[in-house]
């Protein structure tokens, strides 16, 4: 019941800008801490960024701080990250979710692709 589906990602230039969207469906939104992971080609999974509930608590992982802004509406259960100043090692499929429950609750992915 829990669906997580992410959008927004796509080719894109150096030093561009991209948002992408999660939308959130199957439980309450609200109530949850949310973050963004990546997987970069070849790479294992990474954690990306967090926004705790009621939005205003945010981090990041050091590589992404002052370019990337997470936020929410819970209005709408949507997640959102902002992606500016783009570089090609933030190359990846995006996921957004959250950790609960066995092996927490992610989405299929979107690919972000950053080059000239």
């Known amino acids: 019941q829990v669906q997580l589906v992410e959008s927004g990602g796509g080719l894109v230039q150096p030093g561009g800008s991209l948002r992408l969207s999660c939308a959130a469906s199957?439980?309450?939104?609200?109530?949850?801490?949310m973050h963004w992971v990546r997987q970069a080609p070849g790479k294992g999974l990474e954690w990306v960024s967090r926004?705790?509930?009621?939005?205003?608590?945010?981090h990041y992982v050091e590589s992404v701080k002052g370019r990337f802004t997470i936020s929410r509406d819970d209005a709408k259960n949507t997640l959102y990250l902002q992606m500016n100043s783009l570089k090609s090692e933030d190359t990846a499929v995006y996921y957004c979710?959250?950790?609960?429950?066995?092996?927490?609750?992610w989405g299929k992915g979107t690919l972000v692709t950053v080059s000239s």
């Open positions: 979710g959250n950790p609960y429950g066995g092996m927490g609750n």
């Open positions: 199957g439980f309450t939104f609200s109530s949850y801490w």
């Open positions: 926004i705790e509930t009621g939005g205003g608590i945010t």
